[in-house]
């Protein structure tokens, strides 16, 4: 029976416990008070009683109340926490009163409550009860206020700052505060009568539960809080309001307990009982403080004692309070037995760990002392020896700020008391001054100076400049001889401690003697009657320094020179320590003086100066004794003249530097030994050797002095010579590869003052260092290098040789246009230009002559191959490919995109001029030429893509302003004519910049006269190639704006289509022979081709009859002539035959595209039969490198590949098929498909391998993947196996090529489409047969190419994003992803719920889904703009069909990425792909979320994504409404709900589906619409089935409605529940209890029981209890 006990109680049995039954017996039998039970007991009547008081209270704070009385801390927390929100949100005001009475002890008791969470949350509870309550709080402050106004006082901060904020809450004034204060007054003092006098540890707390350690702890913080309340009692009602609580106060201090806190051994409870002492004296009435004097003054005098950090600086307030307020305070305390002896042992111990606390109070305490003490001997005796005790303490010591405090203490202490007693002027009080200053003042000083190595601290604290103060204090004070020979005695001594301090070791100085010298000094300047003394010390000083500083050849040379300094530095004038007399000398004695200066200068100070082997400090010290003296010397010049011939720098320049701050006479004497020869060549050569880097620093200092002259000291000679040698460090520097910044700045900063400071007239120095400075301007980039160019160009602009300098600069400017390596010094170059420009007279000359010769242009332009250049038109038919040279060989890029960028380097520089200086010269032809040269660039890179320079963007806004300058001035007629001709002349792309500029000016509403005159050329009887090209060109910028604005360009496009229709040459290939006029049949089929891209808008152009008339021609020629290369080898093909097979291809996919239904049996049986032959002839080429690389072969495959993908759209379209013959989509299919593909598909793997990198090999991958994109499924089959087809298509996906990319993702749709469905039949058979497959360990899976591809790529986008680098490659890789996830997601689209469980095993394995969402929000944007990208619309394999068949031209604005798809597109739309296919994965990664990421992504979804998404879902039901034979699913739009009717028979249930702000983050809401004929309990198992459906499908919501119907529809045909879930269909892998038990017959799901079995640690039926 005792494991029975233990047991589990069985699942299912509701049935309460015995004892549970038997208190519900006794509580619903309404026995009245004190009547007898069953069991001889009556029942308490408070139980009623407290039921019928709390009635009122709302429920929710009636159990968070109740709450408040639990042991369990977490619980009174959560309780606490509840309470305040309900007070900020839920409660109202009528609700907190009615609670109140409920409050007040709970409040009481939490307040003091051990855990400090739990005071804190009670008084922030107390807060919101307040606020709510606001003046209805009155009747219960009685009851609140006592136990209030002590937490504010609770050793825990914020628990004190809580009740704090709540009483201001209450009381927001101080008026109002002490009004309730004074209205409690009894209640306060009561409490705390109880608290301090009554309580124990035992009763504030329960023994029984509580430990001894706690109750201790909660005793002890109350009392201490309870004396602080008192204190805030009396701080609140303050000296006015006090008298109304005198009684209350009498019978408190009428206990003796109250007074024994002083001596309690806790430190808190002390320092509150000193706090409240204090507030006592300080706001109680003089007649309380006289009842209580003798207690307040034993008790607080004796905190003196006090060494406790957290008790002194109350105790010493009380102290200071009490001697404040008691006027006869020490007749209740011995002094000299109770109180001195407590601070001698506070003394000796240096205060403790608290000097910086106490020390401060010790002089006001000493000041409140009996007069007699102050004169006593004794007592000094006592004192100042304590306070030398504590100062040799090893603790105070190593303690800067304790040492402090009492240096500080004791100087003053000693000034106090010599003061007191020069005021009694008895008897005693020479030898007690005497006493103070020799006996008690010395020995400190004495120990600072000899010793200061071991007492650093006490050298480093204000001891000197105390006992400069005290001494400066007593000196003024005393007059009488015998007081003049005390302070002289002093000074005597001090002296010799001086001298003796100079004895200690000197080896680095002595910085504490110095810092007394300093001061000495200082006090020595002052008139005052010890002159002469303190003279003599440092007279006695000076004089033994000097000798051994300049006699000695030990190491303490330097500390001794040190001191000298320091003297001599000191004092105003230096010559008063060679004086021989006092301080007051006479003229003899000054002249006496001045030669001994300057025999010590000659003797002691020359041969530092000149050594070289002195270290920097000697030489420094003796440069500054020098300095000193030499400017209190009036024969100067004699001793300058003997420095000439050793110099170094820090001479020089403290010479320098100190012209500006001494005399007029002394500055005349300097400036003139600065100007010397011997200083200006040795000033020469120390900067040139700091420019070849071996100079000394310093030197730029003197430099710069030079540069600034303000003095003007130096003449212009020795400026030329240092402009001389910058000048060459500039021409050194521009050949070299290494700069030294600093150099460089220290370089540029000395040109720049020099150019500011430049007079109006330059030198030819000047301008040659301009010329230098200009040429390195455009070499290097630096800010200083910028500074130093704008002052210099300032300088020129004020001077008057502007133009010469400028016509000098500007072959200089050419050369360097030779020579633009960098974009970088192409745009610095055009900057400079730019400045210059401002400095010219004649500015449009000046910058006309700046932009670049027709030669360089024309030089950069004939090194690129025009056949390269417009490799993408030639290829795509857009070009005829008649001008091309049949020798055309695509080859490699690095050398092109050399020549491009050269020609780009050049673009750019005229571009920046342009763009800033331009308007100065629109009317100028040599602008139009320029802006020409910009249009052919900007075409180029819109051709080729080169991203050969990184600034090419500030091109097109220089383009576009260009432009719309010309529009405005109506000069642009004459920019379309240059085009024209250029374009006439040269063809390719100066035919493409005709098209675009049209396309440009048509867009952008630029009022022009039509230049284009194209009725000339279709007249003419024969067209040159290049005309040929502005032809097709301008149709394609006609092409372009009709697309654009219609409106605009609609006549022109009409009148040019008729003209090119009508035109001899197109109307003459119908009499035209392949065989000798092939070149009349190319340009007559070019022009009807054009004519027919125009014409297809216009009645004037019959389409209809033109195409089949043009298509019976070309079959003419190909009866008649060998012109087609059908069944023949490329390679002997003429470039003038490729060019025409090109056409050909490229008007056949022209018919198949716009006219496939007006061809008829024969016209298909050509078109496909060409198509056919001409793949067959690009195969047999395809083995040839150099045949593949050649122009020619491109864009005959490329036009074929076209030609192909035109077909199978065609064969595709049940529209178009329509109108076809009958058989031929048979013979497609059959045939002609088959033999196609069987050819391009080998040939795009073979190309999309070989010439993955190659650049121009872009265009023939994009032909070649649109056919391929439409691969038929058997032909992809052809190829190998599934998994090896898939293995291959997901490498293609992770191409580089976005075409590539797209091909294969179009192919791998196709063929998961076929996986998923093979996958659904499985899955089917599984379920209906009695197997059961669990989906996490089933086989049943994505494929394993595709989650491989996934792992790859994210691996290699995470490390491009560690290395942050290779941009391009990693936008690539980030498509690849979105495209791969394209393909997953759309074979969850396609799988059946079933099926989609099993897939989602792939998707959650190794947090592949949080991977992709993390990529995702990386690269979707975050801000409003998400809302352009956000659309599931997005189709990353569709293909503009009308793009592909252009002729490959893109105008000079558009990008080579204009037509891919952003990735932030792709992201959007995966994003929203997951949102309505996975809504539970997605629901499960963002349950897993941080605090942040939740928000974020709760941000984003509910702002871009769900308004979309619900649109979708609703959007979808709405437009077809899902009707079945017992389930109707309707929408409502405006509340974003789904209704859902089930009916079967008279069971009528109607169910609301509501969508969240953030779906599918949040789960679904399922409310309850209307039901009929369901008993209650089956509706809310219902319910609770569609909430698990769409909580745990991943699908749309109609597809878990239907599949929550299937599982009613299972119900109901007689399946049973599972009697764990009780539910048929599974909420998660939806499958059917198939698991018997083989006792009681019931089935289960094998999910349900695998749950069952390990969550209950039995393997037992859940609804017998036997074995399973």
């Keep these: 029976m005792s494991g029975s006990s233990k047991r589990q109680r069985t699942k299912g049995n509701v049935k309460p416990a015995s004892s549970a039954r038997a208190a519900e017996v006794l509580a619903v039998h309404q026995l009245s008070p004190g009547a007898a039970t069953l069991f001889g007991f009556s029942k308490p009547s408070s139980i009623d009683e407290e039921r019928e008081s709390d009635a009122d209270v709302n429920s929710e704070l009636r159990v968070a109340l109740k709450k408040l009385g639990k042991k369990d801390t977490a619980t009174k927390l959560k309780a606490l926490q509840d309470l305040r929100q309900l007070c900020d949100e839920t409660l109202s005001s009528n609700d907190v009163v009615v609670a109140l009475p409920h409050w007040t002890r709970p409040y009481n008791k939490l307040s003091m409550d051990f855990d400090r969470r739990v005071r804190e949350a009670s008084h922030l509870a107390c807060e919101g009860i307040v606020g709510k309550a606001g003046r209805q709080l009155a009747p219960y402050i009685k009851s609140l206020v006592p136990c209030w106004i002590c937490s504010t006082s609770d050793p825990h901060s914020p628990a004190a700052g809580a009740a704090l904020k709540a009483l201001n809450a209450a009381f927001p004034t101080p008026k109002k505060k002490a009004d309730a204060v004074a209205y409690c007054r009894v209640a306060i003092c009561k409490y705390l009568d109880e608290i301090l006098c009554e309580s124990k540890p035992s009763t504030l707390s329960d023994p029984r539960t509580v430990p001894a350690e706690e109750m201790e702890a909660k005793y002890e913080r109350v009392i201490a809080t309870s004396l602080r309340g008192l204190s805030s009692m009396m701080s609140i009602l303050g000296k006015d309001r006090n008298d109304e609580a005198d009684e209350q106060y009498r019978t408190l201090l009428d206990r003796p307990k109250v007074w024994k806190y002083g001596k309690h051994k806790v430190g808190a409870i002390r320092s509150a009982f000193y706090a409240m002492i204090a507030t006592v004296c300080q706001h109680l009435s003089p007649e309380i403080l006289s009842s209580y004097s003798s207690n307040i003054c034993s008790v607080a005098l004796a905190g003196v004692g006090e060494l406790e950090r957290s008790v002194c600086l109350t105790a010493w307030d009380a102290i200071l309070q009490a001697l404040n307020s008691i006027e006869n305070c020490w007749s209740h305390v011995n002094l000299r037995k109770a109180i001195l002896p407590r601070f001698w042992g506070v003394l000796k111990q240096g205060g403790g760990h608290s000097a910086d606390l106490i020390y401060p109070n010790v002089l006001p305490f000493l000041s409140k002392l009996p007069s007699d003490a102050l004169i006593d001997k004794g007592f000094f005796e006592e004192l100042f020896p304590n306070f030398r005790t504590g100062l040799r303490l090893e603790s105070v010591c190593s303690d800067s700020a304790a040492l402090g405090a009492i240096v500080s203490a004791y100087v003053e202490c000693l000034h106090f008391c010599a003061v007191q007693a020069v ?57 009488k001889e015998r007081e003049v020979y005390v302070i002289q005695e002093f000074w005597l001594e001090l002296k010799n401690i001086v001298l003796a301090a100079l004895e200690t070791t000197m080896t680095n100085g002595h910085p504490i003697l110095e810092d007394l010298l300093r001061r000495l000094s200082s006090m020595y300047q002052i008139e005052s009657s010890d002159a002469d003394s303190l003279h003599s010390i440092l007279r006695a000083v000076f004089e033994v320094a000097r000798e051994r500083a300049f006699a000695d050849s030990s190491s303490s040379q330097l500390g001794y020179l040190k001191i000298v300094l320091c003297l001599l530095t000191s004092v105003d004038d230096p010559t008063c320590f060679f004086r021989t007399s006092s301080s007051v000398a006479n003229d003899d004695d000054d ?164 150019f500011e400071n430049a007079k109006e007239t330059l030198s030819s120095k000047d301008i040659d260092l301009f010329i230098r400075l200009f040429q390195f301007r455009v070499t290097f980039s630096d800010d200083a290098l910028l500074q130093c160019w704008k002052a210099s160009c300032n300088a020129v602009s004020k001077a008057n040789i502007s133009d010469a300098l400028l016509n000098d600069l500007l072959n200089c400017i050419q050369d360097e246009l030779r020579d633009l390596r960098t974009c970088e010094r192409a745009s610095q170059l055009a900057d400079a230009c730019t400045d210059l420009t401002a400095l010219a007279s004649d500015k449009r000359d000046f910058l006309r002559r700046l932009l670049p010769k027709n030669d360089l242009w024309d030089e950069l332009r004939q090194r690129l191959p025009l056949e390269l250049a417009c490799a993408r038109p030639l290829t795509r038919g857009g070009l005829s490919l008649s001008a091309a040279r049949r020798a055309t060989v695509l080859a ?26 331009g308007d100065i010269l629109l009317s100028e032809e040599a602008v139009k030429v320029v802006l020409l040269e910009f249009l052919w660039n900007l075409q180029l890179r819109a051709n080729v893509g080169w991203t050969v320079v990184e600034q090419m963007d500030r091109v097109l806004p220089a383009c576009e302003r260009a432009l719309q300058l010309l529009a405005k001035c109506e000069q642009i007629d004459d920019l379309f004519y240059m085009t024209q001709h250029r374009a006439n002349l040269e063809g390719f792309l100066w035919s493409q910049v005709l098209g675009s500029l049209f396309a440009y000016a048509i867009e952008h509403e630029l009022s022009f006269d039509s230049p284009l005159h194209a009725s000339f050329m279709c007249s003419k009887t024969k067209l040159s190639s290049y005309e040929l090209h502005s032809i097709q060109m301008i ?55 054009c004519a027919l891209r125009l014409g297809t808008a216009f009645a004037s152009v019959d389409s209809k009859v033109i195409v089949p008339q043009v298509v019976d021609q070309i079959m003419t020629w190909r009866d008649k002539s060998d012109a087609f290369l059908f069944e023949t080898t490329i390679d002997k093909a003429s470039s003038e035959q490729l060019a025409f097979n090109v056409e050909v291809c490229h008007f056949l996919r022209l018919a198949v595209v716009e006219r496939s239904g007006h061809l008829v049996p024969k016209h298909w049986d050509f078109i496909l039969c060409s198509l056919v032959s001409w793949l067959q002839t690009c195969q047999e080429g395809c083995g040839d490198e150099a045949l593949a690389e050649s122009l020619g072969y491109r864009s005959l495959l490329y ?136 989906p996490e360990t089933s086989s049943i899976r994505l494929p394993t190419s595709l989650i491989r591809t996934f792992d790859r790529l994210l691996d290699e986008i995470t490390g491009l994003l560690d290395r942050n680098d290779d941009t391009q490659k990693l936008e690539s890789a980030c498509v690849a992803y979105c495209l791969g996830w394209h393909v997953a997601l759309h074979m969850f689209s396609e799988a059946s719920h079933q099926l989609r469980v099993h897939y989602s095993w792939s998707v959650k394995e190794n947090n592949r889904l949080a991977d992709l969402f993390h990529l995702l929000f990386s690269l979707m944007p975050t801000d409003k703009r998400a809302s352009t990208h956000m659309s599931e619309t997005t189709r990353p394999d569709d293909v503009d069909v009308t793009s592909q068949t252009r002729s490959g031209h893109r ?20 994003y929203l792909k997951c949102l309505r296919l996975l809504p539970a994965l997605v629901r499960q990664w963002y349950a897993g979320l941080d605090k942040n990421a939740t928000s974020e992504v709760d941000r984003f979804t509910s702002a871009f994504a769900s308004p979309l998404l619900v649109q979708t879902e609703l959007g979808s039901i709405q437009q077809k409404p899902y009707c079945s034979n017992n389930m109707q699913v309707r929408v409502r739009v405006p509340t974003r709900e789904v209704i859902a009717t089930y009916t079967i028979g008279e069971v009528s249930i109607e169910l609301i589906v509501a969508l969240g702000h953030n779906h599918p983050l949040s789960p679904v809401k399922v409310e309850c619409g209307r039901r009929i004929g369901v008993a209650q309990a089956q509706w809310r198992n219902w319910m609770l089935q569609l909430h698990t459906f769409l909580s745990h499908q991943n699908g749309s919501i109609l597809d878990g409605m239907i599949l929550w119907k299937d599982n009613l529809d299972k119900k109901f045909a007689g399946l049973d529940d599972c009697m764990i879930c009780f539910s048929v269909i599974h909420g998660s892998n939806c499958s059917i209890p198939k698991l018997q038990c083989r006792t009681c017959k019931k089935k289960f799901h094998a999910a349900c029981l695998y749950k069952w079995f390990s969550t209950s640690n039995a393997s037992s039926c859940p609804l017998c209890r036997n074995l399973f």
């Design 591 to 754: 002249e006496e003086s001045q030669d001994v200066i300057i025999v010590f200068i000659r003797s002691s100070l020359f041969p530092i100066l000149r050594s070289r082997k002195e270290t920097i400090d000697r030489r420094n010290a003796a440069t500054r004794i020098f300095l000193r003296l030499l400017l209190s010397l009036r024969n100067r010049e004699t001793l300058l003249d003997e420095l000439q011939t050793d110099l170094s720098e820090d001479l020089v320049q403290a010479l320098l530097d100190s012209v500006s701050s001494c005399e007029s006479a002394v500055r005349e004497s300097l400036a003139a030994w600065l100007r010397c020869d011997a200083v200006e060549e040795f000033i020469v050569s120390r900067f040139s050797a700091l420019l070849n880097d071996d100079g000394d620093a310093s030197t730029w200092d003197t430099v710069a002095s030079i540069a600034n002259n303000k003095e003007s000291i130096f003449g212009e000679a020795i400026l030329c010579r240092i402009v001389d040698c910058v000048s060459g460090y500039f021409r050194a520097q521009m050949s070299s590869n290494k700069l030294d910044i600093e150099l460089l700045k220290n370089i540029c900063t000395f040109v720049g003052q020099h």
């Design 1199 to 1334: 036009q074929s590949s076209l030609l192909l993908f035109a077909s199978t759209l065609t064969f595709n379209n049940p529209d178009k098929v329509a109108s076809l013959p009958d058989s031929l989509p048979t013979e497609w299919r059959e045939f002609f498909s088959a033999a196609a593909y069987q050819i391009i598909v080998p040939m795009f793997f073979t190309v999309a391998a070989e010439q993955p990198h190659r650049r121009l090999f872009i265009e023939l991958l994009d032909g070649l993947s649109l056919a391929f994109g439409e691969t038929p499924l058997e032909s992809l089959k052809n190829r190998g196996s599934d998994s090896s087809l898939l293995d291959e298509l997901c490498l293609l996906l992770m191409s580089p090529h976005r075409s590539l990319q797209t091909a294969a993702l179009k192919c791998l749709k196709r063929l998961a489409s076929e996986i998923v469905s093979s996958d659904c039949t499985t899955v089917e058979t599984l379920s209906e047969s009695e197997e059961t497959v669990d």
């Design 423 to 479: 005021k009694v002027k008895s008897e005693k009080w020479e030898p007690l001054v005497g006493l103070l200053l020799c006996d008690q003042l010395l020995p400190l000083v004495k120990l600072a100076l000899l010793d200061f190595s071991s007492n650093e601290n006490l050298a480093k604290s204000p001891l000197f400049q105390a006992t400069i103060n005290c001494i400066s204090q007593l000196v003024k004070k005393g007059q």
């Design 1035 to 1089: 149709v394609c910028g006609i092409e372009r704006a009709l697309i654009e604005s219609p409106a605009t360009v609609s006549q022109t496009a009409e009148v040019l289509c008729q003209q090119l229709i009508t035109s001899p040459l197109a109307m003459g290939i119908f009499e035209c022979d392949a065989r000798t006029q092939l070149g009349a049949c190319l340009t007559g089929l070019c022009l009807i081709h």
């Design 892 to 917: 490699r890029d690095s050398k092109e995109a050399t020549d491009a960028r050269e020609h780009a380097l050049l673009t750019v520089y005229a571009a920046t001029l342009f763009f800033r200086q």
């Design 1451 to 1470: 105008n000079f604005w558009e990008s080579a990425t204009t037509e891919r798809d952003s990735v932030k597109d792709l992201s959007c739309s995966v």
